[in-house]
């Protein structure tokens, strides 16, 4: 989860609570017994719901620090700025004086690109803070005045309209994002979205990020939410979408991403909220505190959470998900991208692999057998299903279903197969389709 530092940034995540760790494999929905994946008998549970996303290319986006000079070869649809420097502190200067010299060369880049960029309104300027005499980095997590506020995205709405999409704020129920109250924040969305849907009616906004890991972060999200509790305010009749970053424990895996995912679909629809739900930011491997080296991973497990990352969010209905991203950074276990800013890595290539056997197809849902082992994870498009198949630890065999024809890896290597063969899983994904 980024964190602002002055004019800067670094990485950092709250201590998670033990109680998180009982969320894994416990959110996707209640026991089913069907055949295992292996073709013999077993238990698989339900992992997601039964119907997902209808993947398009908008649902792989990335994070692009460099967009401003350099767009990511493996073009994504969508980007996100969250790691460029373009907050409210650095577009208005001083009061009533907006700079837009620095965002502007990247919403033409995105826009050359065929790309649309989603920008992040917050934080607070140290001149609009409502509370007094504060240095620029101690202002930023405060609650603006909402004059100012307002002032301030008719300024970037009028100059961009529905040219990007506009994110409220980064993880407001983090105290080091915002101090405020979740009625507070529900003010300051309602009053954008209202200026920014009247002056774009086709533009999107996005409700802030919201993080999961800990009790008071779900408690803050369900207030926000809830209109008896944020001053009356129904959100979801102001925004087109809600958010979420949903970094796992530092160990964790895709698969504890996504029950963390499903965990805030469970307070959206407590709260009686019917909002799409976007996947702001995800990496792993990410220390505790901002400032210890990540230890990365090897290639195939890199290459092998990217996957399970778009393929789990997708079975689970999320309709986009900003992988954080295309630069290398000291505590970011995943690097989708070389030292040059250029050239991709495995994981990067697994980027384009996913994309390529996602991109048209409507997610079905995902199971987990607990004999194998095996997560299956079905798609459908112009009538005819393929499946994802891994496991976390060592390996199975699932039966190739009926229908299919072909086995592709995570490395893009294609073996035919027939209904009945038994094909070999293990922790690297793999695509069986027609």
């Known amino acids: ?27 996707g929905g209640a026991v089913a017994r069907s055949a ?6 077993g238990v698989a549970r339900v992992f997601t719901p039964a119907h997902g996303t209808s993947v398009t290319s908008a649902f792989f986006g990335l994070h692009a620090p460099l967009l401003g000079t350099l767009f990511p070869v493996v073009n994504p649809a969508v980007v996100d700025l969250t790691t460029n420097n373009v907050y409210w502190p650095q577009l208005e200067t001083s009061p009533g004086v907006f700079d837009f ?7 033409a880049q995105a826009a050359a690109n065929h790309a649309k960029p989603l920008l992040v309104l917050g934080v607070t300027p ?30 970037v709405a009028t100059r961009y309209t529905d040219t990007i999409d506009y994110q409220i704020w980064p993880e407001p129920n983090v105290k080091n994002n915002f101090q405020g109250t979740p009625a507070e924040m529900a003010t300051l969305v309602v009053a954008a979205a209202k200026i920014i849907h009247g002056i774009a009616p086709a533009a999107t906004v996005v409700a802030p990020a919201m993080v999961l890991r ?32 949903p970094y796992p424990l530092m160990n964790g895996t895709p698969e504890d991403s996504i029950a963390l995912v499903l965990n805030a679909q469970k307070v959206l629809a ?11 930011e995800v990496n792993y491997f990410v220390p505790v505190g901002g400032v210890t080296p990540a230890a990365p991973p090897s290639d195939r497990t890199a290459s092998s959470y990217v996957i399970r990352t778009y393929v789990l969010n997708a079975a689970a209905g999320v309709r986009r998900v900003y992988w954080l991203g295309w630069l290398r950074y ?8 070389e030292a040059d800013g250029v050239t991709p890595t495995a994981a990067g290539n697994a980027f384009t692999r996913v994309r390529a056997w996602l991109l048209g197809q409507h997610a079905r849902g995902c199971a987990y057998d607990k004999v194998s082992g095996v997560y299956s994870c079905q798609f459908v498009r112009d009538g005819r299903t393929s499946w994802v198949y891994w496991t976390q630890l060592g390996s199975a065999h699932v039966r190739a279903p009926a229908g299919v024809r072909h086995v592709q890896t995570m490395y893009g290597v294609t073996t035919s197969t027939r209904r009945g063969d038994r094909i070999r899983v293990t922790n690297a994904p793999v695509w069986v389709h027609h």
């Open 214 to 245: 800990l009790r008071s972060e779900r408690v803050f999200m369900a207030a926000f939410f809830d209109p008896a509790r944020n001053g009356g305010l129904s959100i979801g009749n102001y925004v087109d979408a809600a958010g979420v970053d």
């Open 36 to 41: 295992a994946p292996t073709g013999g008998p």
């Open 330 to 337: 000291f505590n970011l276990g995943i690097s989708m991208v």
């Open 101 to 107: 010299s620095t965002l502007d060369p990247m919403v």
């Open 126 to 155: 140290a001149f609009h803070s409502t509370t007094p005499g504060l240095s620029p980095a101690e202002a930023q997590p405060t609650v603006p005045d909402l004059t100012a506020w307002k002032a301030y995205v008719t300024a």
């Open 270 to 280: 407590a709260e009686h909220v019917n909002l799409p739900l976007w996947n702001l």
């Open 1 to 27: 989860m980024w964190r602002r530092t002055g004019s800067g940034f670094r990485l950092g995540t709250a201590v998670a609570a033990a109680s998180v760790l009982a969320l894994v494999l416990q959110s």
